[in-house]
């Protein structure tokens, strides 16, 4: 696709499922969309609320403390350890920083940006936006000489797949060899369920495991909307290789790019806080403990999804059949097709609606077959 020609916004085509699904007696379900549904917590409000003074221009780089703030979190989240100011940077959410990164290393026509199979459509258009290629792999040993820019996303949107420490490293030594920035997006990282990601964390591309210490063209971006409901805020950052991000610095500065300083206390105080991260995810878990055997009951086979936010479903027929079949439940799913190209047969369901729609919609699924 050359630059400029951007293709439709996916989610436009659903509308004829959406009105399907709302006339449902019982009220639509919506699990189409990653939105969080539960309440900022109060904890983020007080410090948004005392920084309203807020009369001066914020830093690019955010205040010393945010700086201090993202490399303990790092260190006591992700076992990544030995950052410094230098090695991190807040961003505006981490969709513009993932629309935008090709923009900010000045890639363009003639490289090709790596992504997932199955994936969040910005990669993509990140690549769209500055008339590069967009290139759907996760095999290493494809990636083409011109790659310039490789994203991995561990926990996986849509599919919840995890990356283990062997596959980051041999993604990453892949792109050193090609002289590509290797990102890992890891904004679903706190949300892991299944097998050993229930106890351990999953692993970090700048994971000292995967580096070995050498943090050079690799970074991960982080977003505070999941773990901390904070989704309306737009606060993410970026952490790792201090060239990169010396370079992203220094375009954001010109661009304007900066986070607003009343969302960077909100940001600190969410970054400081454990416990309410620990009870967010235990509201998931809940959440899922409920979906996901309804739906294997309904007759959908559930893949990877081992951590995330979604289940990653299919009933071996066309995403299109399945999403109508959820819409006469009055349940709104997301299409495989709206991931690439690879998953014509996966619908994506969200964890994020309330207990009682859940639960609504777990009856319903059963209900569906037992009827
Ligand atoms: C894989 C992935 N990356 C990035 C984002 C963007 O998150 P935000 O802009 O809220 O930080 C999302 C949001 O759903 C996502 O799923």
Known sequence: MARGELPDYPWDLMAPYRERAAAHPGGV???????PVDPTPDLVRAALVNATDA???????GTGELRQAIVDWFARRRGVTGLTAANVLPTV???ELVALLPFLL??????VVVHPRAAYPSYEMGAVLVGARAMASDDPSEWPA????????????PDGRVLSIDELRAARERALELGAVIVGDECYAELGWEGEWAETPVPSLLDPRVTDGNRHNTLVAYSLSKQSNMAGYRTAFVAGCSTVIGRLTTVRKHAGLMLAQPLQAAMLAALRDDEHVAVQKQRYRARRAVLKPALEAAGLRIDHSEA??????????????????LADLGIVGGPGHFYGV???EHVRLSLTASD????????RLRASVTA
């Open 55 to 61: 009369h001066a221009y914020p830093q690019t780089t």
């Open 342 to 344: 690879h998953h014509p």
């Open 308 to 325: 995330g936010l979604y289940l990653w479903a299919s009933e071996g027929r066309d995403a299109w059949d399945s999403i109508g079949r």
């Open 29 to 35: 379900i919506d699990l189409s969309i990653g939105s």
């Open 93 to 95: 959410g981490s969709k």
């Open 146 to 157: 011109a790659t310039k820019l490789v994203w991995l996303n561990s926990p996986g949107n």
């Open 106 to 111: 000045g890639l363009g026509e003639g490289d």
């Open 356 to 363: 009682e729609h859940i639960a609504t919609a777990a009856e």
